[in-house]
């Protein structure tokens, strides 16, 4: 990748977008900015669970904005579950005249999602795991993109083809 581009990573709890969003990172040397943790670490800087959902987005546009203010690459990791966050990644690539790359994970087989869901642990401090309940609720509000992308279903491929199919398609 020769030009700054903004890579993101979206798709419901589960899905495979962190795993993959970590491999892309490490393979291609870009930051990398996740709303979970950003979102845990202000739980425990004391705020209320019920403030920091669109903070957390704000915080990671702000440290995404500064890598490309820089001439750097990024990649974030979030479910962007409808328009808005979107939107905001789409005027932030304008704004630096920065490629935007976006990468959806799905896990097509459910069987699979839900066994992901029940068995993982993350270990970020002060985030409880997701229920496959919440995941459920996730997928009903998830709005369709429409804007082009590479789908991935994490599904039917193992990890490293897929970091290596993601790194292809942001090359």
Same mark, same amino acid.
């Given at each position: ?10 798709? /419901? ?13 490490? @393979? ?11 979102? @845990? ?5 004391? /705020? ?19 890598? /490309? ?18 939107? @905001?990644?789409?005027? /932030?690539? @304008? ?66 083809? &897929? ?6 398609? &942001?090359?």
């Amino acid at each position: 990748m020769t030009a700054q581009t903004l890579i993101v990573l979206s798709g /419901l709890p589960g899905s495979g977008k962190s795993m993959l969003a970590e491999g892309v990172s490490r @393979a291609l040397s870009i930051p990398l900015f996740s709303i979970d943790p950003i979102e @845990a670490a202000m739980w425990r800087g004391g /705020l209320k669970k019920d403030q920091t959902g669109i903070a957390a987005y704000e915080v990671a546009i702000a440290l995404a904005d500064e890598q /490309l203010r820089l001439g750097h690459s990024v990649i974030v990791d979030a479910v962007n579950p409808i328009e808005a966050p979107r939107a @905001a990644w789409r005027s /932030l690539a @304008a704004k630096y005249r920065a490629g935007l790359k976006i990468i959806e994970c799905i896990c097509a087989d459910e069987t699979i999602h839900r066994a992901r869901i029940e068995a993982r642990r993350r270990n970020i401090p002060g985030m409880p795991e997701i229920t496959w309940a919440r995941v459920l609720e996730r997928r009903a509000e998830y709005e369709p993109w429409t804007d082009a992308r590479l789908t991935l279903d994490t599904s039917i491929e193992t990890p490293d083809k &897929l970091i290596a199919e993601a790194a292809n398609y &942001l090359r």
